[in-house]
């Protein structure tokens, strides 16, 4: 078993809270008075530093919101306040996707980045990713922070990195058979598109020694059938990741792989609740993750409602890791249901039954109202010489599912979007 830091990852579970509280107590004494954003928030609910004497303490400090760091940026602009330090103490600059609106700026100072670096060898570890690898990241790098930690986890573990931006598809394949790559760092939509023009283009998958295929950016590597079809597509074990732009890189999957992702718990303090009442849920509980990030003083987050759905599971791993896991990894976004007919969907449930169609080769999903009704209109792109009668049986296998049958269209090929970042395959149309 291939560990980053096996000392704190098969801590005693009491020996882990204590680790917690220390940091978080350092951290809290460190952010009051210099970090305007936490500081004024804190004095305003009426709480210090000194009221955090045990973990069951965090309760009391407020949550906080996305919504909050975006409108204290617009108002205290380019940055906003949450910086504990004078700018010239930070040396990077990333920004979320701005899927959901404007993206959000985050800055990290070097001893925050080196976090970051820490929490993706993790990450990588827990895929079984060694010196002896050669990783190659097939995107390229802009602002989104992406796989930019990623290149500083390999860093940490000694790995090779060879960056693929500035290719197309083709060129990537072909670089990464030169160099013999062994793990493979995309979204789990882009490595779907890298099998999809190997297939178009005639190129061997087998030609490249890759041993494992390791996911962020999107949801994906953790629904059931989108990862088979990546495992089959490169006969390569697929590893599920997650975290955020302004929350850190979070968890991961073990190899082991017991159908969930470990929280990196020496970096995060992890609560889950009900996301209407804020109650804490019991573990095995479906709930709203709220993340406590412990490394990154410079831009932290404390107790951020991250919009994300999960399960705790606080039973060890057979691969000795105590750290506390989420079973499914990310099963969904709070914000992401949509009520149709009455039956409450989640994209990632809609996903996974399209995957177990090997002829699908891409999809787009729209909900909108026609007279008043809820319709789901999905667009499949099959592979060449698939059966256009694919669309009738994943409209009868979805009415199974679902209790109301969309209505599914067959599209000639490539005339769905390609995506190497984050996938928009969801769309609310909502009446004028």
Known sequence: MTYFDAATETLPREQLAGLQLGKLQAMSRELWGRNAFYTNKWKSAGVS?????????????????????????????????????????????????????????????????????????????????????????????????????????????????????????????????????????????????????????????????????????????????????IQESWTAKCFDHAGASEVGAHSFECLHQPGGTHLIESEYIAEVINPLTGAVVNPGERGELVLTNLGRWGFPVIRYRTGDLVKMNLDRCDCGRTFLRFDGGILGRADDMVTVRGVNV??????????????????????????????????????????????????????????????????????LPRFEMKAKRFHVKHDA
Request: glycine share 10%.
């Open 49 to 229: 530093p000194e009221d955090i004497r045990s973990l069951d303490d965090i309760v009391r400090l407020p949550f906080t919101k996305k919504g909050e760091l975006m409108e204290d940026q617009a108002t205290n602009g380019p940055f906003g306040t949450n910086l504990t330090y004078p700018l010239d103490a930070y040396v990077r600059m990333h920004q979320t996707s701005g899927t959901t609106g404007v993206p959000l700026k985050v800055l990290d100072t070097t001893e925050s980045w080196d976090w970051w670096g820490r929490c993706w060898g993790h990450v990588l570890a827990g895929a079984g990713v060694t010196a002896a690898d050669r990783l190659f990241m097939a995107f390229a790098f802009g602002p989104f922070i992406g796989f930019w930690a990623a290149v500083e986890g390999a860093r940490k573990i000694g790995a090779v990195m060879v960056p693929g931006g500035g290719r197309d598809s083709q060129q990537r394949l072909e670089l990464m058979r030169e160099v013999g790559a062994t793990v493979l760092c995309c979204t789990p939509t882009y490595a779907l598109r890298l099998a999809e023009v190997a297939h178009e283009i005639g190129f061997d998958l087998a030609g490249i020694p890759m041993k494992a295929t390791v996911h962020a950016g999107e949801p994906g590597a953790n629904i059931p059938s989108t990862k088979n079809r």
């Open 346 to 415: 989640f994209p990632a449930g809609v996903e996974n039954i399209i995957r177990k169609f090997a002829e699908i080769d891409e999809f787009r999903i729209t909900v909108n109202k026609v007279k008043q009704m809820d319709e789901m209109d999905i667009e499949i792109e099959l592979c060449e010489g698939a059966d256009p009668d694919v669309a009738h049986q994943l409209a009868i296998k979805l009415d199974s599912m679902l209790s109301f049958r969309p209505r599914v269209h067959h599209v000639a090929r490539n005339t």
